[in-house]
């Protein structure tokens, strides 16, 4: 028989599907509607002229590498091997895909902290490894007591996301010495810290493992070149983990992808050098306070939003329909995709909350706003 009867298609695919279909503002999957910097169009010209189209090294373009250990230490200080300690993946999710690959055992246990983006159960269950997956709390903050009690000898892995996608919500400095001391006292724990929005914080600062000693022996981190420079199209990401680890995951990745795109490498090699991540903060908290302005007169109930491009809304003023039947007939009948949050957990979600998307240009906010606030 087949391995996987049971992996549905993801509700980014249905709802993006349904967005087209519908003619529907798409505030559902994430990805920004506006145009990418003209600087990056024109380097992909000028780059494509040279002699950048072979396969690239398999780690990475060695430019590529240099440039990403380099915006590591400017943004958290942490000095990296770029030969040693950092991989460039197909996006994150090959990255997380590698990880877990190179890592988890049959009957290996997995924690995974609910709600959680919907690309880490399927590479534990192909590695017959078993997912555990704890609720984070009604702020969808980490509960390390809970977490705490599911740590056992079987305990491999565990995967963190911060800033969080879908809640918003980002961890504190207690959040990361709580994660570090359990990484210390579990000899046999290993952590995949996701952090692809690590440049997407708006009031406080991102709290990345790379900030921590304590984390970084037993930690790989995860990141995305498709969020921070609004390419989400172009797959590319990277992982850093020490060198011990990061010679198990360059054994699955060779035979997974060899080596990533050329092009997208030799051209992000270049854009690095030009590129200020710190701005980009800055501009989605403008376009985070124009939809919850937009919303100020809806029925729509906000949660807090203090990273990623995501706004929770709870709806439960409007309607007691499941979040996943409120999302189709949002996007049915009044014509706006957004993404229920009740498909990120295997618990049942009792919150009657739904997640939209505010990467887009400030008109589509508005448009979708005034949309919202007539339901
Ligand atoms: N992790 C999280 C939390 C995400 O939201 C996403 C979606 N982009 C990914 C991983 C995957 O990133 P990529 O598109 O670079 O594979
Ligand atoms: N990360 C994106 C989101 O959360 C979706 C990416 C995808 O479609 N796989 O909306």
Redesign the pocket.
Same mark, same amino acid.
């Given at each position: 028989m087949f391995k996987l009867p049971d992996i549905p298609i993801?509700i &980014?695919?249905t709802m993006?599907h349904l967005a087209r279909e519908h003619g529907a503002i798409n505030l559902?999957?994430? &990805?920004p509607d506006f145009e990418v910097d003209p600087k990056l169009v024109s380097l992909i010209e000028k780059v494509s002229k040279g002699t950048v189209h072979q396969y690239s090294p398999m780690a990475g373009e060695s430019k590529l590498l240099e440039e990403t250990s380099r915006l590591v230490y400017e943004s958290y200080g942490r000095d990296l091997d770029p030969k040693k300690e950092i991989l460039i993946t197909a996006g994150a999710?090959q990255g997380i895909f590698t990880c877990i690959q190179a890592l988890v055992e049959p009957a290996d246990e997995v924690l995974i902290l609910d709600p959680s983006?919907?690309?880490y159960v399927m590479p534990i269950t192909l590695s017959q490894g078993v997912p555990v997956r704890i609720p984070l709390n009604e702020s969808f903050l980490p509960d390390w007591e809970l977490i705490k009690q599911c740590v056992n000898e079987k305990t491999k892995l565990i995967i963190t996301n911060n800033p969080h996608?879908?809640s918003g919500r980002i961890w504190s400095k207690s959040d990361m010495q709580e994660l570090s001391n359990l990484l210390q006292t579990n000899q046999n724990l290993y952590h995949i810290s996701d952090e692809v929005y690590e440049h997407i914080t708006f009031d406080a600062r991102h709290e990345s493992a790379n900030l921590y000693d304590g984390l970084h022996p037993k930690t790989m981190i995860v990141s995305s070149f498709g969020k921070s420079f609004h390419i989400?199209g172009w797959k590319v990401g990277y992982v850093v983990a020490p060198k011990k680890l990061m010679n198990e995951l360059k054994k699955v990745h060779q035979y997974l992808v060899f080596t990533v795109n050329s092009l997208s490498q030799h051209v992000l090699s270049e854009y690095l050098q030009q590129q200020n991540v710190k701005q980009l903060g800055a501009f989605y908290k403008q376009k985070r306070d124009l939809f919850r302005i937009g919303m100020e007169n809806s029925k729509f109930e906000l949660l807090p939003c203090e990273g990623t491009y995501?706004q929770l809304a709870s709806y439960a003023n409007q309607s007691q329909e499941s979040d996943v039947d409120f999302c189709h007939e949002l996007v049915e009948k009044f014509k706006l995709a957004a993404?229920p949050i009740s498909v990120f957990s295997a618990h049942e979600e009792k919150r009657k909350v739904i997640r939209f998307?505010f990467a887009k240009e400030n008109e589509t906010l508005t448009k979708a706003t005034d949309l919202l606030c007539k339901i």
């Open positions: 993801s &980014f695919s993006s559902s999957q994430g &990805f999710t983006y919907d690309c996608n879908p989400t995501f993404i998307c």
